[in-house]
């Protein structure tokens, strides 16, 4: 499906190791095959690959397309990849570009937004912010420029004239983007669930997932069932035939990791969180929310506020409101065993008593 789509932004969600990447890159490729010549007979694209680190993009997208195609020229630096990759099929000369971004990097974001693609590739593409997904958009569809055509390109076998009557001759090759499950407040999801995306001119894959989260009556917990095909009207998962350790592999993962990895990793849930993302962000700051001798418990009579989680841990944070209208946190309360009525009755009203 993704091979076959041509609307301008195709994103890929999918469990580890269903060959996301790897059909990103192929995708790209092959797209660039399908690019009209220049003027000198050369055929030319220019794709970026995007990650929010240059670490992480040379260790995962850079290193599948060089697995894939090793005759690419590829040379690194502090700011960047950049390669060249040259093919010839049917007697006609390929070149294509290539330049990589780690968006961690300052002044990335802009360096990138100064170049001109015919496409581009976004591994993982929950790491970056919607923000930069639009400006890797908004640079596509710049390279080769019609300079670089024939002369006579208007009378040539793939010309053709636009809804509003300007002749097009060049393919926009669009983006690619690939990424593990999301989390429920991302762009992705916003996207892809939400009917935040265009029809026309966006869409986005799931992939079949690689084990489905099964209730277990009996012992009353989760486990997990491989996906071999056996649910009508969903696909088996893809990719098993080409990884190391086949059905192990998730297996293994699904044996020695913690409910919400393999929920996230293998059944292709979307989280309620982004994994390791701070609750209050980069605005918190321990020298102005925190106060040094500790906030009073407040006097008889005051309304008090609580906020509660009862995921995992069983979870209450207590607070008032003092006389400026600043949020007093001044106590909480945790269990880690036990029932929410258990918790209630045993930990947080005598707390609340005692006081």
């Known amino acids: 499906l993704l091979h076959r789509e041509e609307r301008l932004v195709r994103g890929v969600m999918g469990p580890v190791g269903n060959g996301k990447t ?26 970026a690959m995007v ?5 992480l993009l040379k260790s995962t997208l850079v290193d599948t397309w060089m697995a894939m195609f090793p005759q690419t020229v590829m040379c690194s630096s502090r700011s960047g990849v950049f390669g060249t990759l040259k093919q010839t099929r049917a007697g006609v000369q390929y070149e294509l570009e290539l330049r990589g971004f780690g968006l961690d990097k300052v002044g990335a974001l802009g360096n990138l937004l100064s170049n001109n693609f015919s496409g581009a590739m976004i591994n993982e593409g929950t790491t970056i912010s919607e923000k930069a997904k639009d400006g890797v958009v ?5 390279y080769p420029d019609l300079r670089m055509a024939p002369p006579n390109f ?23 983007m690939d990424t593990n499950a999301a989390s429920e407040d991302s762009w992705w999801y916003k996207k892809s669930r939400d009917g935040g995306a265009n ?6 894959f799931e992939s079949p997932p690689a084990a489905f989260k099964v209730w277990d009556e009996e012992k009353e917990r989760w486990k997990y069932e491989l996906n071999m095909g056996q649910r009508p009207g969903v696909p088996p998962a893809e990719n098993i035939e080409h990884l190391l350790e086949h059905w192990d592999y998730y297996r293994n993962i699904i044996d020695s990791s913690a409910p919400e990895h393999i929920d996230r990793y293998v059944c292709c849930i979307y989280s309620k969180t982004e994994v390791g993302t701070p609750i209050f962000g980069s605005t918190f700051s321990e020298h102005w929310h925190v106060a040094r001798g500790g906030v009073p418990w407040p006097p008889q009579g005051t309304r008090i506020f609580g906020g509660m989680d009862f995921g995992s841990l069983r979870r209450v944070v207590l607070a008032y409101l003092s006389a400026e209208g600043r949020l007093m946190v001044f ?3 945790i269990d880690t065993t036990g029932s929410v009525e258990t918790f209630a009755n045993n930990v947080l009203r005598p707390m609340l008593a005692s006081h």
């Open 22 to 47: 790897t059909g990103m890159a192929a995708d790209m490729n092959m797209r660039h095959f399908r690019q009209l010549a220049c003027g000198d007979g050369v055929v030319r694209d220019r794709f």
């Open 51 to 55: 990650r929010g680190s240059l670490v």
């Open 138 to 142: 908004g640079r596509c569809g710049r």
């Open 154 to 176: 208007k009378s040539l076998p793939g010309a053709w004239k636009d809804k509003d009557g300007y002749w097009r001759y060049f393919k926009n090759h669009g983006v690619d």
């Open 199 to 204: 029809p026309e001119r966006e869409v986005y």
């Open 331 to 333: 106590a909480e309360a």
